[in-house]
């Protein structure tokens, strides 16, 4: 089974502080995605990642860095945290074949992140 | 714009009960369509998809989707619902031109009365 670990659980963190959310896969997957998740707007797109120190932008990447320097592990990076940046973050990794586009994504249990 | 739709916020059945979660999309061609559902507390996970052939797709947990063309719908079913069911459910699409970025929905609350 494909396993996404995300290093916290819960996190709460104070407005201007930097925030480190960690990520690993250990499935050798190729992609690897970072989402928020609020209330009544579903899941978003942070950034992906198709390859070691590579990137995109998704749809709200105001805000966030990202950093992948090994294949199985993808930081997304908070440089100063502010409350509207409070929510869940979810990773998410998939196997990015040729026919990528529908590979099924596998999903981390989520980091519910708190800035006050 | 590309979008997907799940009109029903929350939804409440009995245990035992049939249940029928909406989904709609607007794409240019037909994406791959996914429902995924996240138990309290938890991440996704991916009940079924559909890519392309036969549209009545079969997944885990003993759930179906059918995909209608016609009505840009992708709408999951499952004949008799029990209490573990209790979960958030999203549907998802992704386009076809290798395009990895999942647009989803903005997720169905389901409470299961005993």
């Known amino acids: 089974d494909v396993k996404v670990t995300q290093s916290s659980r819960y996190l709460v963190k104070r407005t201007g502080e930097k925030v480190f959310l960690e990520c690993v896969q250990d499935m050798d997957h190729e992609n690897m995605f970072w989402y928020r998740q609020d209330p009544g707007l579903g899941l978003r797109l942070i950034y992906f990642s198709y390859d070691v120190k590579m990137k995109e932008k998704g749809d709200i990447p105001e805000g966030y860095s990202v950093s992948r320097e090994k294949k199985e592990r993808f930081s997304l990076i908070l440089e100063s945290a502010s409350t509207n940046q409070t929510s869940m973050y979810l990773c998410?990794?998939?196997?990015?074949?040729?026919?990528?586009?529908?590979?099924?994504?596998?999903f981390g249990p989520g980091t519910r992140l708190t800035v006050l | 714009a590309q979008s997907v739709t799940q009109p029903d916020i929350h939804i409440t059945v009995s245990e035992g009960a049939s249940l029928e979660l909406r989904c709609n999309y607007s794409?240019?061609?037909?994406?791959?369509l996914f429902w995924y559902v996240q138990s309290p507390g938890q991440g996704l996970q991916l009940l079924l998809k559909?890519?392309?052939?036969?549209?009545l797709v079969q997944g885990i947990k003993g759930f179906e989707a059918e995909f209608k063309r016609s009505q840009s719908s992708f709408n999951l079913r499952k004949p008799s619902v029990h209490w573990s069911d209790a979960a958030e459910y999203f549907c998802?699409?992704?386009?076809?031109?290798?395009?990895?970025?999942?647009?989803f929905g903005s997720g169905t609350r389901l409470l299961v009365r005993p």
């Open positions: 794409y240019g061609a037909t994406p791959y």
């Open positions: 998802a699409v992704v386009g076809r031109d290798s395009s990895y970025k999942l647009i």
């Open positions: 559909y890519f392309s052939g036969d549209t």
């Open positions: 998410a990794s998939s196997r990015g074949t040729s026919g990528g586009a529908g590979d099924t994504q596998y």
